[in-house]
Every structure is written in C-alpha cells, then in structure tokens.
C-alpha cells in the first residue's frame, strides 16, 4: 500500500512513512499525556474545592453555634436580673422601711452579678474567637502550601511541555541518522 503525499501528490517512500506515522502517533502520545495531566490536576482541585467547603461548612457551624450561645446567656442573664428585680418588688412592698436599705443592696449585687456574668460572657466569646482564629490561619497556611504545590506542577507542566518538542526532535534525527546509516 503506498501513500500519497499531500504537498506533492507523489507516492511516498517507506522513510516518509513511516515518519508520518511516527508524527501522528507523536501527537496522540502527547495529547493522551496532556488529557491524563488534566485529569489529575482537576481531580486535585475538586478534592482541595470539598476540603475547602468543609472548612468553611465547619467554621460557619461554630460560629453560628457562639452566636445562639451568647444569646442564650443574654437571655439568661436578662432573666437572671428580670427576676431579681420582681423579687426586690415584692420585698420592698412588704416592708417599706426596709425598701431602702435592701433595694440598694440588691441593686449593687445584681451589677455586681451582671458585671460578672458579661466578664465571664466576653472571656468566652474571646476564647472562641482566638479558636477560631488559629483554625482560620492553619487553613490560610494550608491553602498558601497548597498554592505553592500548583505552582511548582505548573512549572513541571510547562518544562515537560516545551521539552517534548525538542525530545522529539532529537529522537528524529538520531532515528533519522539510524536509518540513513
């Protein structure tokens, strides 16, 4: 079977054929090589893109969960007082003489208690916060490590890239230089 050549329409020779054939097995080893390096890399993004969204999933979770906390302990702390003061209501009705005295007392008690409860409050909301915090940075450390490694495989990339050209090449010639000697 002989092969027609395109630029000249003559019958190609076995050296020009089987050149041909080497070109078009070339060019689908290195777009199978290509596919194959895609696939990886975007198999590594989609996994680091779901780590990515659990981190984000998790810390959106905990802050939710400080935000009802501190709700809650408003709210206790709200009826904590509500209390305390009905219960100086009644007290002070009862005995009017006493009103006073005991009002003042129970007043600076319950600032006293209200400065307490908003100190340990704002301890724990520091707590959770420096938490969060730290986790925020391991994962900006982890995303920086990561982004080094793209980098690094896109430069590997791109040297094996430009070098299967020149590899090829020599592999011509050298095959070229084989069959003519």
């Not at 408003?74 to 100086?88: A, E, S």
């Not at 490590?145 to 430069?155: A, D, H, I, M, W």
Request: proline fraction near 1%; hydrophobic fraction near 35%; include cysteine.
């Amino acid at each position: 079977m002989s092969l027609k050549r395109t630029d000249t329409g003559e019958a190609a020779t076995p050296l020009s054929q089987l050149q041909e054939m080497n070109e078009e097995k070339k060019a689908n080893l290195e777009n199978s090589l290509l596919k194959e390096a895609l696939a990886i890399s975007n198999e590594k993004c989609n996994s680091l893109i779901d780590r990515q969204n659990t981190l984000v999933e998790d810390l959106t979770t905990q802050v939710s969960e400080l935000k009802k906390n501190n709700e809650s302990l408003r709210l206790n702390l709200h009826y904590i007082v509500t209390g305390t003061t009905n219960q100086m209501e009644k007290t002070l009705e009862s005995e009017r003489t006493f009103k006073e005295r005991v009002g003042k007392e129970i007043s600076a008690a319950a600032r006293e208690v209200a400065s307490e409860a908003t100190g340990y409050v704002r301890e724990q909301i520091d707590k959770s916060t420096q938490e969060a915090r730290k986790e925020l940075s391991a994962c900006a450390e982890e995303l920086s490590k990561q982004r080094r490694e793209f980098q690094t495989q896109g430069l590997f990339r791109k040297i094996l890239f430009w070098a299967t050209p020149a590899l090829l090449l020599v592999q011509t010639v050298i095959l070229a230089f084989l069959l003519i000697t």
